[in-house]
């Protein structure tokens, strides 16, 4: 088993940044890819960002409202994954999830192995 813990949510002002930090213990030889998704009140679940890698290669991909201000990034010796958002709106208001999985590739339908329990993002108009 995998559990991922999420860190770094808050309140910040229209404009601002934060930077999320998703932590993976267990198995987590076994991750080959990681995602970021964001639920916010009264809508679905929703893609934000991910990684995956595989030897030498690692690939990203952005939903498109947040691609220029978000970046996905990890920590390969702590199987850390973090998500800088910079310039951040108030549609960015949600829980941010965070989802791990065994298999390499990009799955924006959110067909990830483990799930954290979410970090909330507020920004402020």
């Known amino acids: 088993q995998v559990q991922l813990v999420e860190s770094g949510g808050g309140l910040v002002q229209a404009g601002g940044s934060l930077r999320l930090s998703c932590a993976a213990s267990g198995r987590t030889f076994s991750i080959l890819g990681m995602g970021w998704f964001r639920q916010a009140p009264g809508k679905e679940r929703e893609f934000v960002a991910a990684?995956?890698?595989?030897?030498?290669?690692?690939?990203?991909d952005y939903e498109d409202s947040v691609k220029g201000r978000f970046t996905i990034s990890r920590h390969s010796a702590k199987v850390t994954v973090y998500l800088q958002m910079n310039s951040l709106k108030p549609e960015d208001t949600a829980v941010y999830y965070c989802?791990?999985?065994?298999?390499?590739?990009?799955?924006?339908?959110?067909?990830?192995?483990?799930w954290g329990q979410g970090t909330q993002v507020t920004v402020a108009s």
């Open positions: 990684i995956t890698w595989r030897g030498g290669n690692t690939a990203t």
């Open positions: 989802a791990a999985d065994r298999r390499y590739g990009i799955r924006p339908k959110g067909d990830y192995d483990y």
